[in-house]
């Protein structure tokens, strides 16, 4: 099959979509103003000579499409190689090409929001704050630069691959143990970002000191410090966990923990 779509297209559809995904978002059909945006250079050049089947083409990527942007992007580079097949002739139908959005659109939505949001972004603050907590200004534009620059090298290599792959090459990588070794990699990085967050910037002490006569027992450093360091600190954390986990709202669990820290403080415990 001779490729009718260039680089050039695929580029600019790319570019459309990184900047446009979300726009006109609703709860009707989520991104699909975005999509259909995103594909209409595409389908301009593919139905050029039809515009009933370039209606139709139009149509079809106006149904209901929700995923995480940057990692779905290769749902987006796969519709562009499905839809070129259509245009030559192939016995693909526009439910199939549809169904294909729909069903893939779920789990790589999954698997994006673990990597990005659950791990990327977690470590990329981490550095920031690190940096930034000194007053340093270089923290927050570290976060600013770094966040576009992975974002923009992830979501391109995703288009680009969905494209190269075609229908055949997602369903193997779907299909594999590739994505689940990702997934749980991914949720080992998160667990020990967040960790070390924790351990960084969550402080509790306890001043409590028990007297024996002439010999005195700080609780803190003296038993505390001793079976774990930051024990206090990962027992505020888990409490918050456990309250969230609770389906507790964020507000009422700050709440819980700015409750506890002021009967602590007056009571002389912390």
């Known amino acids: 099959m001779e ?12 570019w459309r979509w990184t900047f446009f995904s979300h726009s006109n978002y609703n709860y009707e059909r989520m991104q699909s103003s975005g999509f259909l945006f995103s594909m209409m250079p595409i389908l301009n050049i593919l139905y050029s000579d039809d515009k009933e089947k370039l209606k139709e083409s139009y149509n079809r990527h106006l149904e209901f499409f929700n995923t995480e942007p940057h990692f779905g992007g290769i749902i987006g580079g796969l ?6 097949e259509k245009a030559s002739g192939a016995p693909i139908t526009g439910d199939a090409i549809n169904s294909i959005k729909t069903g893939l659109m779920g789990p790589i939505a999954g ?17 920031a704050i690190s940096i930034g907590s000194d007053g340093n200004v270089f923290g927050p534009i570290f976060y600013v630069i770094s966040m576009f620059a992975v ?11 969905g494209y190269s792959y075609g229908k055949e090459g997602i369903q193997k990588l779907m299909s594999g143990d590739l994505l689940k070794k990702v997934m749980l990699g991914a949720k080992i990085m998160g667990g020990i970002v967040i960790g070390a967050l924790t351990a960084n910037y969550v402080n509790l002490s306890t001043s409590l000191v028990f007297k024996f006569n002439d010999l005195s027992l700080n609780v803190q450093t003296d038993i505390l410090d001793k079976l774990l360091k930051g024990m206090l600190p990962l027992a505020v954390t888990m409490i918050a966990l456990f309250c969230l986990n609770k ?10 923990l700015v409750l506890i820290s002021a009967i602590g403080a007056i009571i002389g415990v912390f």
């Open 79 to 84: 519709t562009i190689a499905l839809e070129e």
């Open 151 to 161: 974002m923009l090298s992830i979501a391109y290599y995703m288009w680009m691959q």
């Open 3 to 14: 490729n009718k779509i260039t680089k050039k297209e695929l580029k600019k559809s790319f």
């Open 247 to 256: 389906k507790m709202k964020s507000t009422t669990v700050l709440l819980i």
């Open 111 to 127: 698997i994006g929001d673990t990597l990005w949001q659950g791990t990327l972004v977690p470590i990329l603050l981490s550095i």
